[in-house]
Nanobody, 119 residues
Framework: QVQLVESGGGLVQAGGSLGLTCAAS????????MTWYRQVPGNQRESVAG???????NYADSVKGRFTISRDNAKNTMYLQMNSLKPEDTAVYYCNAVHRAGTTLYNYWGQGTQVTVSS
């Protein structure tokens, strides 16, 4: 089992910055990819940024150039630096970790952290 705990959310004005942290514990040795997702009530959860165990990254078009994902495998921690925030970035942000065991995928989720961007 893998446990994920997010921190760093809060209220910020448009144009401001926030940094999110996802701390992993438990069977961290099995984690492959990690991803930040976000969800607005009534909408589907969407992928924001992902990072592989080797450090390759991908971003949603809506956050490219503004958000930066990183990962410190020694500290079992993933980060999301969010700059130039917009009101439409307001959502609950979730940390996700994936363990691939052959053809089986195990998904682990954090409890989420609220990010609110005021206009």
């Amino acid at each position: 089992q893998v446990q994920l705990v997010e921190s760093g959310g809060g209220l910020v004005q448009a144009g401001g910055s926030l940094g999110l942290t996802c701390a992993a514990s438990g069977r961290v040795d099995v984690i492959n990819d990690m991803t930040w997702y976000r969800q607005v009530p009534g909408n589907q959860r969407e992928s924001v940024a992902g990072i592989t165990s080797g450090g390759s990254t991908n971003y949603a078009d809506s956050v490219k150039g503004r958000f930066t994902i990183s990962r410190d495998n020694a500290k079992n921690t993933m980060y999301l630096q969010m700059n130039s925030l917009k009101p439409e970035d307001t959502a609950v942000y979730y940390c996700n970790a994936v363990h691939r065991a052959g053809t089986t995928l195990y998904n682990y989720w954090g409890q989420g952290t609220q990010v609110t961007v005021s206009s």
